[in-house]
């Protein structure tokens, strides 16, 4: 490989590996939605040990405090044993975007 050539080839991979990043960071809301509904509300409608909890359930400002202390169950467990790092940005995401105080507000379905 020619240097000039290598040099173009380590640019773009150097792209390609910042857009993941930058993918993963920001979490996909379609993706959360999906977990919200597979994993949290297995345990979170009426009737369940969690009881009710929406995205409506906190603010966006709430929600990212929540995920950034990263407990659950009344701080008893780690969000983390629920969800992989990846499935927690999807989440984050989707409970943001669609928070009390969202220009979107959702409650999953019901
Ligand atoms: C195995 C059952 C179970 C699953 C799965 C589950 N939760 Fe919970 N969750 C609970 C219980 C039990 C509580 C405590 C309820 C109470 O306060 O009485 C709780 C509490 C909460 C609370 C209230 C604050 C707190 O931490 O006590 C939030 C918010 C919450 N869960 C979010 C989630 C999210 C988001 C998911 C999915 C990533 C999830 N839960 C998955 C059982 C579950």
Request: proline share 4%.
């Amino acid at each position: 490989m020619t240097v000039s050539k290598w040099i173009k080839t380590a640019f773009v991979a150097a792209g390609l590996g910042a857009m993941v990043i930058a993918t993963v960071a920001a979490g996909s809301e379609t993706r959360g939605k999906y977990f919200f509904k597979k994993n949290c509300k297995t345990c979170h409608v009426a009737g369940k040990a969690g009881g009710v909890v929406t995205p409506l359930t906190k603010t966006q400002a709430q929600w990212k405090q929540y995920f950034q202390d990263g407990k659950h169950n009344k701080g008893t467990e780690q969000l983390s044993k629920i969800l992989t790092p990846d499935q927690i940005q999807d989440v984050l995401a989707f409970v943001v975007a669609h928070a009390s105080d969202s220009p979107q507000p959702e409650t999953c379905g019901g």
